[in-house]
């Protein structure tokens, strides 16, 4: 194409939703009219999140249509529905890796060439980073660009990147100060090799694991309060407990009359739950692919108790959205990581060897996460490190409960002096 392409942000969510259903959901593409709003207005994988009603949608899709961006045809099969299928990607002749970026950076602005990979995955599989900037290159070499780099944010180690097919919003200054940390370090080999490296590592340390830390809720009463009050927002409805390691917490609510499970991704770790507590129910599983319970609609609640600790920050979001899609409404999900702008490597653990990292995040980033997965009421917690246990880092825990609407508000701050607690909630 000649002349540069300008998309509105809507225009971009359309196309964007529409190249990505393509490739993830060929079964039912085309999208009607419905299935493409409901694409666009999905609280995972998007950047802003966006609540676009259906004659705005069609509109748009007309729109796009009559400047030859999309095709719109009747279904094959069944009833005589419109459906839209979009055509950009003929249109500017991109091959499958190009597609899959421009895709992503449609539907979520500007990333580093680490993020882009990992949230690609569904799209096209990139070997590395590197893979990724290649392609990026490409793109930006073209006689009209598609993409152009940017400079790097607070907290990244790599530059950013956003698509040029229209205007993209772009934070330029920093909310705030703060050191360097590179969180897309820790899947610089990709995620498998990660995940191996974290399976691994736990499977090593399980026994000597559960003998320090199987009773270390005795000493945590902030930690103690906090289940009660999880225990008290399920209700009667069955808990899960993903990487639940050797199975004390899971036990614990059990012990508070919660109908409690856990799972982990170490068999190890798993082996060593169910002999240190025979009546509980563990099993070996992947929280990315968490299901629902079967003797409820969902989850009354899903406690992610230190076990997004190892993933990258371009991993954060869909985590998140696969711990809230098994939740029943009014569920609460919670999460309990590491606060700070840290990743912590590990060699030595437990007097065994082990390749971990420990990421850290910020409270207000991670409010915002679970904000944007769609969770309301959202509570969060900020406790100083005990210094008598060892502990170096503060720890933050958040709890949202699942309303199948996208909270809006804002972040109350706290304050944290070692060994309190502070506390911030989000309106909803």
């Not at 993903?242 to 508070?256: D, F, I, N, Q, R």
Request: hydrophobic share 40%; aromatic share 4%; net charge negative.
């Amino acid at each position: 194409m000649a002349d540069p392409l300008v998309l509105d942000p809507t225009e971009q969510r359309l196309l964007g939703s529409l190249l990505e259903k393509e490739t993830t959901v060929p079964a039912s593409y085309p999208l009607s009219l419905n299935a493409l709003r409901t694409a666009c207005n999905q609280t995972s994988s998007r950047d802003p999140i966006t609540d676009l009603d259906e004659p705005t949608v069609e509109r748009v899709a007309r729109e796009l249509k009559d400047r030859g961006l999309v095709r719109i045809v009747w279904a094959a099969t069944g009833r005589r529905t419109l459906k839209y299928h979009q055509t950009l990607a003929e249109d500017l002749s991109l091959a499958d890796d190009e597609r899959a970026l421009v895709t992503v950076l449609l539907l979520r602005g500007a990333q580093t060439p680490g993020e882009l990979r990992s949230r690609s995955e569904r799209l096209h599989t990139f070997a590395d980073k590197g893979a990724a900037e290649v392609v990026l290159g490409r793109l930006a070499a073209r006689p009209t660009p598609l993409v152009r780099e940017l400079g790097r944010r607070p907290g990244q180690h790599d530059n950013r990147w956003i698509h040029l097919l229209g205007p993209v919003e772009v934070e330029t200054t920093p909310s705030a100060p703060g050191p360097t940390v590179d969180r897309e370090r820790v899947i610089v080999d990709g995620r498998e090799a990660r995940d191996e490296r974290v399976r691994s590592s736990y499977g090593v340390v399980a026994e000597a694991y559960a003998a320090a830390l199987a009773d270390e809720l005795d000493d945590l009463p902030f930690e103690r309060w906090l289940l009660g009050h999880v225990a008290d927002l399920a209700g009667p409805y069955p808990v899960v407990e993903v990487g639940c390691g050797p199975g004390h917490v899971t036990a614990h609510l059990a012990a508070l009359g919660v109908e409690a499970s856990g799972i982990d991704l170490a068999p190890e770790m798993v082996e060593v739950a169910r002999r240190l507590h025979p009546e509980g129910d563990y099993a070996v599983g992947d929280l990315r692919r968490l299901m629902r319970p079967t003797t409820s609609d969902g989850w009354g609640a899903v406690l992610a108790w230190y076990s997004l600790i190892h993933l990258a920050g371009s991993e954060l979001p869909d985590a998140i959205a696969a711990l809230v899609r098994p939740l029943r409404t009014g569920g609460v999900l919670v999460l309990a990581m590491h606060a700070g702008a840290e990743v912590r490597h590990l060699d030595a653990w437990f007097d065994h060897e082990v390749a971990l990292d420990f990421v850290g995040h910020e409270p207000a980033a991670l409010v915002a996460l679970v904000r944007a997965a769609g969770l309301t009421d959202v509570e969060w917690y900020l406790r100083g490190p005990v210094a008598s246990r060892g502990e170096t880092t503060e720890r933050l825990y958040v709890v949202g409960r699942a309303s199948g609407t996208v909270a809006s508000g804002t972040v109350a701050s706290g304050t944290v002096a070692s060994g309190t607690v502070a506390s911030g909630t989000v309106a909803s």
